[in-house]
């Protein structure tokens, strides 16, 4: 093994140990962030606008975990080149822990869920664990250093160069005794330290944070059951038409798309938990999660899709949604006349913003939720209240972790995605998807069942057509809905002739107006276009 690669070594375990004692130390509050996901939070509410496509193309619900993979790869890097300097020159590698901790201090501070006292203790045990790892270290695999001088190299047969000091004239030098940057530990010992340092590194860091989450779920206690809903929703009866592959008119919490700038879930302690509705209202509104659940319950079926959903994409979901109407906790707090937004902030710090006049339609829903799919709503739909409104994309109006209602105008305050580049307004555009045949699929001549589903939320679909090859379009049977709000199933039966065949599918809306071909991109404010399926037909 080369003295670089020792070294590097004993760097990305440093490193490890000075993540795993920030995890320790973030055990005094449990609730906090640690350091580390306090510097992802940072990270993300600075660069997301720029990533988040790259991010939800590449990884797509799974985008929050490949940050945290990225994040403790980069920690590694930094390891790998503080260990670097510091075998060339004492205390320069150090700098770059203690720059590191520095930094998990300013943005644990900046956090809003964030703790001054376990950033400053993170700070200083990580910087020093840090440091004495990577001494230690050094020294176990026979990295040798003279302090305050340039490195130089001994071979492995311990002959000894000269070490001269920065500037010193050569004719000048009168040789020190010897101290040498050597390699002295056998390759069997170096990685026997290794694997034992890492394993005991990754353990206590796991260990650690499956404690703090142990102890955040048990302060953050979902309830086993919703109360007694007063007003339900019924829900349609199933199609007719029975095809495998369609998705379901009720799309199971499991299988609900999550999309967020949460790199970790928050944790919400449900006793402290309080929803405050503030700004321009006559007076402030305060109720606790206890208040919340005693308040007259309703239901809404109501889709939601994210504005990141490209044609065709799996980004959208109908669930029943169990809360208080927005309105009546408006009504309570007595709107100001000037208001003309409406913002939602998370416990998290992100904020998203709507037009007031939108909660002008009565039969708009729009609920502060705490309940999805006749279950109490789960943390990672928000629990435990979240914003659901009717024909909105998520990013202007479905806040999770809910614990602010700020009655503002559209001029005074931008949403966090709208700093990123996407439009103020966001109304969910009319789509269409095909869900059967996949592409790819093994398809025989005969009768194919084509299938999917549509949606324009608040507007209704109307109608679903199907094309086959440029040719004519075909009206396609629709499912029945529980309102214009939620998406419907539509079918069409095909006689698939041998060959390739190109599918298309458009929706018309319940204002008439015509799904459009052209495709768009996600950005600004959704994508548009017909959604396309190339098959190919075998013979019998």
Known sequence: M????????????????????????????????????????RFVATFAGALKEVAVALFGTHHAGALTVGSVLVVAGLGAFAAGLEANRRWVGVAVFAAFGLLG????????????????????????????????????????????????????????????PHDADPAS???????????????????????????????????????????????STIPAALPTV???????????????????????????YVIDTAVQLPFVVTDEWRLRVTGLVRREVEVSYAEL???????????????????????????????????????????????????GESVDGFTAGFPLSVLDDPDRPALVAIGMNGEPLPRAHGFPARLVVSGLYGYVSATKWLKEIRLTTLEAEDGYW???????EAPIKTQSRIDVPRTGANLVEGTVAVAGVAWAPNRGVERVEVRIDGGGW???????????????????????????????????????????????????????????????????
């Open 2 to 41: 080369t003295r670089g690669s020792r070294t590097a070594l004993a760097g990305v375990l440093a490193a490890g140990a000075a993540l795993a004692a920030t995890e320790v130390v973030g055990l005094l509050d449990a609730t906090a962030p640690s350091p580390l996901l306090a510097v992802q939070n």
């Open 105 to 164: 201090l300013l943005a644990e501070i900046r956090d809003p869920q964030g703790s001054a006292v376990v950033g400053a203790i993170g700070a200083v045990v990580g910087t020093v664990i840090g440091t004495v790892g990577l001494w230690l270290l050094l020294d176990r695999f026979g990295i040798r250093v003279a302090p305050g001088a340039d490195l130089v190299f001994a071979d492995r047969r311990g002959l000894a160069p000269s070490v001269r």
């Open 173 to 219: 030098v009168v040789e020190p005794p010897p101290r040498v940057a050597t390699v002295t530990g056998s390759r069997r010992e170096v990685v026997l330290w290794g694997l034992g340092t890492g394993a005991a590194v990754v353990t206590t860091g796991l260990l650690a944070k499956g404690v703090g989450d142990a102890v955040r779920a048990g302060r």
């Open 230 to 256: 007063a007003d339900t929703a019924p829900l349609p009866p199933p199609p007719t038409f029975a095809t495998s592959g369609v998705s379901p008119y009720v799309t199971p919490n499991g299988d609900f």
């Open 293 to 343: 659940q005693a308040r007259g319950l309703v239901e809404e079926v109501v889709t939601l899709a994210c504005v990141s959903n490209e044609v065709g994409g799996s980004l959208v979901g109908n669930a029943v949604w169990t809360g208080v109407p927005l309105r009546d906790l408006l009504a309570e707090a007595g709107v100001d006349p000037a208001a003309t937004q409406l913002v």
């Open 418 to 424: 709208i700093h990123q580049g996407w439009a103020k």
């Open 474 to 540: 075909r009206d396609a049977e629709l499912g029945r809905v529980a309102s214009d709000d939620t998406w419907v199933q539509w079918y069409l039966p095909w006689d698939a002739a041998r060959g390739d065949h190109l599918i298309e599918v458009r929706a018309t809306d319940g204002d008439g107006e015509v799904q459009p071909e052209e495709p768009v991109g996600v950005l600004p404010d959704g994508a548009e276009g017909w959604h396309r399926r190339r098959v190919v037909v075998a013979g019998r």
